[in-house]
Each structure stands twice: as structure tokens, then as C-alpha cells.
């Protein structure tokens, strides 16, 4: 009998011709559509809609199954909720970490076990490799699409049940298969940015559901210069949208102070409050079971695209890891990830505290 696959179809490009990809290998595929907000779904908003139809249009195209699965309620449960909280401490979340993590790689997979698949699969840009019954999970061989900073919360069970399709493939060659195979969504744009807010202004999304607080926006010097609505719309590193004008440097957000309520600003890009020569981080993942050596020098992400900084731990325990870095980081940001690296293989991380933690 053909192996059963379980692929998460969501109307991209890169699902699509994942899916195309595992059905061409041999494999019995059948093409969930993960349904994951139901506030606000809506031409105005939302894509899901046209994304539903796009991944039916590809599932008929390739001759494949699909179907659609809600999971709303498992997503605001398990991300919305935690988006919200880490909002409301100061901190500026990553949901797709854990939409990754929850979602995808829990619930959905659960989901696909139930209907009796041997493996899921979606059309992240990693790979995986196998050594003594041991999974790794690799950059994807596509450096500029490579997702494995989204996947560092994954586990061995988690990761023993899926595929990367696409984890040996360029980017260029996924658009020309699919326009090959005359799927309509071949040269369909990339999705960006948080995917329950959609095109609107992110300030406006966030106030519907945590209270303005204004306070003060001052220097390190403790000088007020302006005036800001709330620390949650605010982000480490941030120069646009501060209402500070003046001669000089442009401003960028340095630090939130929740006790205080105060944003503090600095002028010019290198300044050195924004700049970190160590992260320390929580509630910590390793994709191995097992903690690394600190005895190794590592490659680190504080930040997805940028590329990996030299590192060592100085410390570490079931809880915390102290990262230190052979050159200072620019706006390392609270509540986004810190990704461990040892050459292409990701070994795990955790989410960034604030330094006064």
C-alpha cells in the first residue's frame, strides 16, 4: 500500500508544489486547509477566503484530496492568547514560533494521525536528517528562504512524523514547477507579516484588545521629550511612528521600562544601548532532548533573516541559557526568539528576556 502523507495545503505556492512533489514520489497524498482566525475573515482583512480557493483550485489541478479543518479555537488557546499576554508584559512575540509549534505541528498533526497518514508535511524551506534514531532539523538548501528559525520548538516525535519537500529546492525553481504545471497561484505573492492581522495597521489591530497607557518617551539621561500611547506599540530598534522631531540622529526605541511606563530613545542607529553583546533566554527547546555544550562556539539568530552570529553559552540550566557574543547585537528585542545554530544544523533556543529580568 502507498504511504499516506498528510500535507497542510494553504494556497501558496510553496505547499502546492510540495504536495505535487510527494504525490510525483509515489506517495498517497491528501491536502488539509488549516482554518486558523474567524474574528475579522473577511475580504477586508482576511485572505483566507481566496486562500481556501487557491488551495482547492491546486488540489484539483494535481489530483489530490483536500479538505478543510478549524482549528480557531486551538490557535487563540494556544497563540492568540500568549500573543496577547506578551504584549501586555512588553515584549514583542513571534506567534509564528508557536503557530509552528502548536498548530501545525500538534494539532494538525493530530488531526492527520487520526485520518491514518504515516507523516505530515507543509512546504517549510528545512530539512531533516536522521542519525541513530535521532532527528535533526537542517537549514533549508535555500539560504534566503531557509524557515528552520520558525521550527526550533519542534521535538523528536514531532519531527520523526513529518516531511520538508521543499527543503532540497530554490525558491525560483518552486515558482517555475508550478508555472510548468499551470497552477494558478504560481507567481501568487508571498504571505508577510502576522497572519491574523492582515493589511491593517497593526497599532489599530492591537488596540481592540489591550487598553491604551500613555506615557513618557524619554532619553537615557531622563529627559522627556514626547509622549507615547503604549508600550505595546513599541518594538526594540523602532524609529518610524515615535512623533519626535528635532535636529540631529534619527530616534530609535532602546528601552520599555513597564514598572516606570517609559519608552526611552536614543539618536543614531549605533548607539550603545542598542547594542548587546549577550542574550539571556527562557522556556527553552532543544530539538535533541539534550542541552549543548558550552564549551562550543555556536551561530545565533536573535532575529529571523540575519545571519548567524558567532556565540558562546556562559551559562545554562533547564530553564535559562546566557548567550555571549563575539560582536555586539543591534535591538535585541524581548519575547522574540533566540536561535541556536552549530553549522547548519538547528540545535534549539529559547524566547530573549529582558535584560533586567
Known amino acids: ?142 539560504g534566503t528562504k531557509d524557515q528552520s528559525y520558525f521550527l526550533y520548538r519542534l521535538n523528536q516525535e514531532q519531527l520523526s512524523k513529518t516531511v520538508f519537500p521543499l527543503g532540497d529546492i530554490y525558491k525560483s525553481d518552486v515558482r517555475a514547477i508550478a508555472k510548468r504545471l499551470g497552477l494558478a497561484n504560481h507567481d501568487k505573492k508571498d504571505s508577510t507579516g502576522i497572519c491574523f492581522i492582515g493589511e491593517r495597521r497593526f497599532k489599530d489591530f492591537l488596540a481592540r484588545y489591550l487598553p491604551d497607557k500613555p506615557g513618557s518617551i524619554i532619553t537615557p539621561d531622563g ?42 530613545v536614543v539618536q543614531g542607529h549605533d548607539h550603545p544601548l542598542l547594542q548587546s553583546p549577550e542574550i539571556y533566554a527562557e522556556n527553552l527547546n532543544w530539538i535533541s532532548e539534550t542541552s549543548p555544550s558550552s564549551q562550543w562556539v555556536f551561530g545565533a539568530k536573535s532575529r529571523y533573516r540575519q545571519k548567524d552570529a558567532a556565540c558562546t553559552i556562559k551559562a545554562i540550566s533547564k530553564s535559562t541559557c546566557h548567550v555571549q557574543f563575539a560582536e555586539p547585537q543591534w535591538a535585541v528585542t524581548p519575547g522574540q526568539s533566540l536561535v541556536l545554530y552549530e553549522s547548519n544544523v538547528c540545535l534549539g533556543g529559547g524566547i530573549i528576556m529582558d535584560s533586567t529580568e
Open 1 to 142: 500500500m502507498k504511504k499516506k502523507i498528510v500535507l497542510g495545503l494553504s494556497g501558496g505556492v510553496d505547499s502546492a508544489v510540495a504536495a505535487w512533489l510527494l504525490k510525483e514520489q509515489g506517495y498517497e497524498v491528501i491536502g488539509v486547509f488549516m482554518k486558523n482566525w474567524e474574528e475579522d475573515d473577511d475580504e477586508t482583512y482576511c485572505s483566507s477566503r481566496e486562500d481556501l480557493i487557491d488551495a482547492v483550485s491546486v488540489a484539483e489541478t494535481i489530483g489530490i484530496e483536500v479538505e478543510t479543518v478549524n482549528f480557531s479555537k486551538e490557535y487563540r488557546d494556544r497563540v492568540f492568547n500568549e500573543f496577547l499576554n506578551e504584549y501586555a508584559r512588553g515584549r514583542t512575540p513571534n506567534p509564528d514560533v508557536f503557530c509552528n509549534s502548536e498548530i501545525k505541528f500538534k494539532a494538525f498533526l493530530e488531526h492527520a494521525l487520526h485520518l491514518g497518514a504515516d507523516k505530515i508535511a507543509t512546504g517549510h524551506y528545512a530539512r531533516l536528517r536522521e542519525q541513530e534514531g535521532f532527528f535533526q532539523l537542517l537549514k533549508g538548501e535555500d
Open 223 to 264: 529627559e522627556k521629550i514626547g509622549e507615547h500611547n503604549g508600550l505595546m506599540f513599541h518594538t526594540i530598534g523602532q524609529r518610524q511612528g515615535l512623533g519626535i522631531g528635532g535636529d540631529g540622529l534619527p530616534w530609535y526605541v532602546a528601552k520599555k521600562d513597564i514598572a516606570l511606563n517609559t519608552l526611552t
